[in-house]
């Protein structure tokens, strides 16, 4: 079956950084996103990576290993903005997105 | 308009009406999807079209219909509304079926009593 599993809920720290884990089974891969999203609001989309390593986009980063079937959101410099969920998708043989259930982000002052 | 809209915003609904989600979208993406998100569980697809006049169904599509006449329309139909369909119900938009990031509309908060 396809499964994504990702920590349901972490807290942290204004000004620290928080990396938040997502690990993949799908059949076939074509890309893992992450997408964030506020409460009561659409997700948008913060990051795809299809190669191993790591893409570095201002405070947000965003690491791929394919041969572990792992990935993660590196967020550095937190700011209380950053509270939202973070809901990472893989994309699989048939370029279909399949979610996970997301991890909502504390932000603590 | 701007981007992907949808309406409305929220409904409240008997149980055995029939109820049609609006999503419009004007960048002309060929690629359109209807979700659902529930508390606890991930976006779920019901439906999709890879471009007009082609749909798909997705994980969950039972209960549900969508059409796509042209490139900016994809209506989701509710036939008979049960309470299992109370959800949240977003539409996304994507230049094709693959690579792209999803945009996502607003958002259709919608209770079947």
């Known amino acids: 079956g396809q499964n994504i599993d990702q920590p349901t809920e972490m807290t942290a720290t204004e000004g620290a950084i928080v990396q938040i884990n997502c690990t993949y089974q799908?059949?076939?891969?074509?890309?893992l996103f992450w997408y964030q999203q506020h409460a009561g609001e659409a997700p948008t989309f913060l990051s795809y990576?299809?190669l191993d390593g790591l893409e570095e986009k201002g405070r947000f980063s965003s690491f791929l290993s394919r041969s572990k079937g792992y990935s993660y959101l590196l967020l550095k410099e937190l700011q209380m903005k950053d509270s939202a969920s973070y809901l990472c998708?893989?994309?699989?043989?048939?370029?279909?997105?399949?979610w996970g259930a997301g991890t909502k982000l504390i932000i603590k002052p | 308009i701007a981007g992907i809209t949808q309406a409305p915003t929220s409904q409240i609904l008997a149980a055995g009406r029939r109820m049609t989600l609006r999503c419009t979208q004007d960048?002309?993406?060929?690629?359109m999807y209807w979700y659902r998100q529930d508390l606890g569980l991930g976006l779920r697809l019901i439906h999709y079209?890879?471009?007009?006049?082609?749909?798909g169904k997705g994980e969950v599509p039972d209960g549900y219909s969508v059409s796509r006449a042209n490139t900016d329309d994809f209506p989701l139909t509710l036939a008979s509304a049960v309470p299992s369909q109370t959800s949240v119900y977003f539409c996304?938009?994507?230049?094709?079926?693959?690579?792209?990031?999803?945009?996502f509309g607003p958002g259709t908060r919608l209770t079947v009593l």
């Open positions: 996304a938009s994507a230049p094709s079926g693959s690579y792209n990031e999803q945009f």
């Open positions: 960048m002309r993406h060929n690629a």
């Open positions: 079209s890879n471009t007009a006049g082609t749909t």
């Open positions: 799908t059949s076939g891969f074509n890309g």
């Open positions: 990576n299809v």
């Open positions: 998708a893989a994309m699989d043989s048939n370029y279909q997105l399949i």
